[in-house]
């Protein structure tokens, strides 16, 4: 008995020691991977900390002033275009009745698949002076006709609002079925017609999903590079690009995106204020319940508005696409092409894995740990999703070309070997240049699935013998298993998407479809930019029939 009380302790103090010791484990893991993450925006940040007198002069001087001046009227008349159409669309298919409801209802989401910069050449190409549209009115109406120039403020703000719409849509969407008729029936019954109902009940109720939506658009509008690009219509992003590529100052390059980095911040900011103050509320059947039919002319006024923002935003563009595609003489069809398409593949696989990876990481470990410093860490991890490509182009190669440096007077003085670049123009740098922008989208679906894994079952697991990791293999991933393949799905369309991180870290020479989209456009030629936008477009249809039917089945 003795000798069986004495051991108790000495086994209970190993397990607490070992449980101890693997929770230091996964909390290091946290923090060595925010650290590495936190790097490119650390040295950005930096520079504007310590900004270069000559160089802040010339860019308020010649620079930042139209910088300013077009980022504000592109972020204001892309916010007000995407709250116009994202809202009245959302209301419109949440709670009436009318031809095509069903199909418009989850329609209207498409353009999502279509990159904005895709979006931008096939506008330019079709509405442009010399463009299909004007010749065919100019040969119908004979002589010189007015038409609204398409390269344009206002082109510009028109291509990336029906690009970036169904980022209100959706969640406005789902703010408008969770109240269902119910408020506007609670709104009558107080006196009030259907459109003071919208206005003094039902906006106000799903303004926070409102402003979230919007705020992502913000977000999304001043990272954009290719759609901007496509029009000259200089912001940070492109003036980042010129300043490094043009100006071959990268100090230059660091002091922009410095600045819209803080502009980031304070978006980022808002965000987090708008979203504590958002109270849940339980929805029951309010979703499920009848609509409001339609009567007479309106009915098929709300079909044709419908009809006519999906045809401008997707089926016209992708139509445009594929004539274009059609029309192209063999000798304009670039071999290289497949070569293109293989390495957007391998990027976008290896980034989803590596991702899926990390984010796997992190997730157990904000299970498993729930002090401050852990869950700071992992936040701060996450965080790059919200900072833009060209941004992260610049803080990760600063530290890049100073490490190559460091790696090359070692390899000289140690080892007699001149090695003047290593990691710089690798794939390396560009999959965690990736995993920086992405892991946020790999982590958030993960972290939804391990919510619905209880304390109870974990314990139940342990009870029957299995330790820490045969609970992960054999409980947790089973869970995760649909967390996992959403985020991998989404990191590989982001990625093969992604244009300005590929345009300015990848090697030398090797171009993905994305550049190459770039390269052609910047050239005007449209027919040989259409195959590799059709094949982009393709794979963005993935996340959208995922996302329709993961609605479906909630």
Same mark, same amino acid.
Request: aromatic letters at 12%; glycine letters at 8%.
């Given at each position: 008995?003795?000798?069986?009380?004495?051991?108790?302790?000495?086994?209970?103090?190993?397990?607490?020691?070992?449980?101890?010791?693997? #929770?230091? &484990?996964?909390?290091? /893991? =946290?923090?060595?991977? +925010? *650290?590495?993450?936190? %790097?490119?925006? $650390?040295?950005?940040?930096?520079?504007?900390?310590?900004?270069?007198?000559?160089?802040?002069?010339?860019?308020?001087?010649?620079?930042?002033?139209?910088?300013?001046?077009?980022?504000?009227?592109?972020?204001?008349?892309?916010?007000?275009?995407?709250?116009?159409?994202?809202?009245?669309?959302?209301?419109?298919?949440?709670?009436?009745?009318?031809?095509?409801?069903?199909?418009?209802?989850?329609?209207?989401?498409?353009?999502?698949?279509?990159?904005?910069?895709?979006?931008?050449?096939?506008?330019?190409?079709?509405?442009?002076?010399?463009?299909?549209?004007?010749?065919?009115?100019?040969?119908?109406?004979?002589?010189?006709?007015?038409?609204?120039?398409?390269? #344009?403020? &206002?082109?510009?703000? /028109? =291509?990336?609002?029906? +690009? *970036?719409?169904?980022? %209100?849509?959706? $969640?406005?969407?789902?703010?408008?079925?969770?109240?269902?008729?119910?408020?506007?029936?609670?709104?009558?019954?107080?006196?009030?017609?259907?459109?003071?109902?919208?206005?003094?009940?039902?906006?106000?109720?799903?303004?926070?999903?409102?402003?979230?939506?919007?705020?992502?658009?913000?977000?999304?509008?001043?990272?954009?590079?290719?759609?901007?690009?496509?029009?000259?219509?200089?912001?940070?992003?492109?003036?980042?690009?010129?300043?490094?590529?043009?100006?071959?100052?990268?100090?230059?390059?660091?002091?922009?995106?410095?600045?819209?980095?803080?502009?980031?911040?304070?978006?980022?900011?808002?965000?987090?204020?708008?979203?504590?103050?958002?109270?849940?509320?339980?929805?029951?059947?309010?979703?499920?319940?009848?609509?409001?039919?339609?009567?007479?002319?309106?009915?098929?006024?709300?079909?044709?508005?419908?009809?006519?923002?999906?045809?401008?935003?997707?089926?016209?563009?992708?139509?445009?696409?594929?004539?274009?595609?059609?029309?192209?003489?063999?000798?304009?069809?670039?071999?290289?092409?497949?070569?293109?398409?293989?390495?957007?593949?391998?990027?976008?696989?290896?980034?989803?894995?590596?991702?899926?990876?990390?984010?796997?990481?992190?997730?157990?470990?904000?299970?498993?740990?729930?002090?401050?410093?852990?869950?700071?860490?992992?936040?701060?991890?996450?965080?790059?999703?919200?900072?833009?490509?060209?941004?992260?182009?610049?803080?990760?190669?600063?530290?890049?070309?100073?490490?190559?440096?460091?790696?090359?007077?070692?390899?000289?003085?140690?080892?007699?070997?001149?090695?003047?670049?290593?990691?710089?123009?690798?794939?390396?740098?560009?999959?965690?240049?990736?995993?920086?922008?992405?892991?946020?989208?790999?982590?958030?679906?993960?972290?939804?699935?391990?919510?619905?894994?209880?304390?109870?079952?974990?314990?139940?697991?342990?009870?029957?013998?299995?330790?820490?990791?045969?609970?992960?293999?054999?409980?947790?991933?089973?869970?995760?298993?649909?967390?996992?393949?959403?985020?991998?799905?989404?990191?590989?369309?982001?990625?093969?998407?992604?244009?300005?991180?590929?345009?300015?870290?990848?090697?030398?020479?090797?171009?993905?479809?994305?550049?190459?989209?770039?390269?052609?456009?910047?050239?005007?030629?449209?027919?040989?930019?259409?195959?590799?936008?059709?094949?982009?477009?393709?794979?963005?249809?993935?996340?959208?029939?995922?996302?329709?039917?993961?609605?479906?089945?909630?």
């Amino acid at each position: 008995m003795e000798t069986s009380t004495a051991r108790a302790p000495t086994a209970g103090a190993f397990i607490f020691s070992r449980t101890r010791s693997n #929770s230091s &484990g996964w909390r290091l /893991a =946290v923090l060595l991977t +925010a *650290l590495l993450l936190a %790097v490119p925006v $650390l040295v950005v940040f930096s520079a504007f900390l310590s900004p270069e007198r000559d160089i802040w002069n010339h860019l308020l001087e010649f620079v930042l002033p139209d910088l300013f001046v077009n980022t504000l009227w592109l972020v204001i008349g892309v916010g007000a275009g995407t709250a116009l159409l994202g809202v009245s669309l959302a209301w419109l298919t949440a709670l009436y009745d009318f031809p095509g409801r069903g199909f418009f209802s989850w329609a209207l989401l498409l353009p999502l698949a279509v990159p904005s910069y895709v979006t931008a050449f096939v506008s330019i190409g079709l509405l442009d002076f010399a463009g299909p549209l004007q010749t065919w009115l100019r040969e119908i109406f004979g002589g010189q006709i007015w038409f609204p120039p398409i390269r #344009s403020t &206002g082109g510009v703000i /028109a =291509v990336m609002t029906l +690009a *970036l719409y169904p980022y %209100v849509y959706l $969640l406005s969407r789902n703010a408008f079925l969770s109240q269902g008729k119910r408020t506007l029936e609670v709104a009558q019954s107080l006196g009030l017609s259907r459109s003071q109902g919208l206005f003094r009940a039902a906006l106000p109720m799903a303004r926070p999903w409102i402003a979230g939506g919007l705020l992502l658009v913000f977000m999304e509008t001043l990272a954009d590079f290719g759609a901007v690009a496509a029009f000259n219509y200089d912001t940070f992003t492109t003036a980042i690009y010129k300043t490094w590529f043009g100006m071959f100052s990268l100090s230059a390059a660091a002091q922009l995106a410095s600045i819209l980095i803080v502009m980031v911040f304070v978006i980022v900011l808002i965000e987090q204020h708008l979203r504590a103050e958002v109270r849940y509320t339980e929805t029951g059947k309010a979703g499920r319940q009848t609509r409001f039919a339609l009567r007479g002319t309106r009915r098929w006024l709300a079909s044709f508005y419908a009809a006519l923002v999906l045809s401008a935003g997707f089926i016209v563009p992708v139509i445009q696409l594929l004539m274009w595609s059609s029309e192209a003489s063999v000798d304009a069809f670039d071999p290289r092409t497949l070569q293109y398409l293989w390495r957007s593949l391998a990027l976008g696989g290896i980034a989803a894995v590596l991702t899926g990876a990390v984010a796997l990481v992190l997730v157990y470990a904000n299970r498993r740990q729930t002090d401050v410093t852990t869950r700071a860490a992992i936040r701060f991890a996450t965080f790059g999703y919200a900072v833009p490509g060209a941004v992260l182009g610049v803080g990760i190669f600063i530290p890049v070309a100073w490490l190559d440096a460091q790696l090359s007077v070692f390899a000289k003085t140690i080892l007699g070997i001149d090695a003047s670049q290593v990691l710089q123009g690798t794939v390396l740098v560009m999959l965690l240049a990736y995993l920086v922008r992405f892991l946020a989208v790999s982590f958030n679906p993960l972290d939804a699935a391990m919510q619905r894994i209880t304390p109870s079952t974990e314990e139940a697991a342990r009870s029957l013998g299995l330790d820490s990791k045969r609970v992960l293999w054999r409980v947790h991933l089973p869970i995760l298993r649909s967390g996992l393949f959403s985020g991998a799905i989404l990191v590989f369309v982001d990625v093969m998407k992604e244009m300005p991180i590929t345009l300015m870290t990848r090697p030398f020479g090797w171009d993905t479809l994305a550049v190459r989209i770039f390269e052609m456009t910047s050239e005007g030629q449209w027919e040989r930019a259409a195959p590799p936008a059709v094949a982009l477009v393709l794979a963005g249809l993935l996340p959208i029939i995922w996302l329709n039917r993961h609605a479906e089945k909630c």
